[in-house]
């Protein structure tokens, strides 16, 4: 939601359950697809990092894409401690991440079955407003908070 940026917070997963009930297929989508990207990303960092520490600990793997021998080769053990905590906090943006589709998907599934009432204009409007106070944008955020998903 562009046009949200009143509030720049974690969200903890009831809380984003709630906002998303109100929010339109198309948000959802949006955050489905931003939560996706995300986990790419993370997911492409975290086997850059398995490989320094693998190098670190001596333990030579194969290197994933975009990293080569001189990259690894330049790897100092100094660094052991901060790519694994890196990694560890990466792992637990990943299962937030996972935990925010399963809701999604759940939320889906509810709308699918047919048995929400059509929300009345007063209903739209405060969820309009409710949404408007969470931040999707995540370029700002505290990428080291224990739960980084923003509304």
Same mark, same amino acid.
Do not use: C
């Given at each position: 939601?562009? !046009?949200?940026?009143?509030?720049?917070?974690?969200?903890?997963?009831?809380?984003?359950?709630?906002?998303?009930?109100?929010?339109?297929?198309?948000?959802?989508?949006? #955050?489905?697809?931003?939560?996706? &990207?995300?986990?790419?990303?993370?997911?492409?960092? %975290?086997?850059?990092?398995?490989? +320094? #520490?693998?190098? #670190?600990?001596?333990?030579?793997?194969?290197?994933?894409?975009?990293?080569?021998?001189?990259?690894?080769?330049?790897? !100092?053990?100094?660094?052991?401690?901060?790519?694994?905590?890196?990694?560890?906090? %990466?792992? #637990?943006?990943?299962? %937030?991440?996972?935990?925010?589709?399963?809701?999604?998907?759940?939320?889906?599934? +509810?709308?699918?079955?047919?048995?929400?009432?059509?929300?009345?204009?007063? /209903?739209?409007?405060? /969820?309009?407003?409710?949404? /408007?106070?969470?931040?999707?944008? &995540?370029?700002?955020? !505290?990428? %080291?908070?224990? &739960?980084?998903? +923003?509304?």
């Amino acid at each position: 939601m562009s !046009d949200a940026t009143s509030m720049r917070r974690p969200v903890e997963i009831t809380e984003f359950k709630a906002v998303i009930s109100d929010l339109s297929d198309g948000e959802l989508a949006k #955050i489905r697809s931003e939560l996706e &990207n995300s986990m790419r990303h993370l997911d492409r960092s %975290n086997l850059r990092l398995k490989k +320094y #520490i693998a190098t #670190i600990e001596g333990k030579r793997e194969d290197t994933p894409d975009g990293v080569d021998q001189e990259e690894l080769d330049k790897v !100092d053990e100094n660094d052991l401690q901060l790519f694994e905590d890196s990694f560890h906090e %990466n792992e #637990i943006v990943l299962r %937030n991440h996972h935990e925010r589709l399963e809701a999604l998907d759940q939320e889906e599934s +509810y709308r699918a079955s047919g048995s929400k009432k059509p929300p009345t204009a007063e /209903a739209q409007q405060k /969820a309009k407003a409710r949404a /408007a106070s969470f931040d999707t944008d &995540n370029t700002n955020g !505290d990428a %080291n908070a224990a &739960n980084s998903v +923003y509304l």
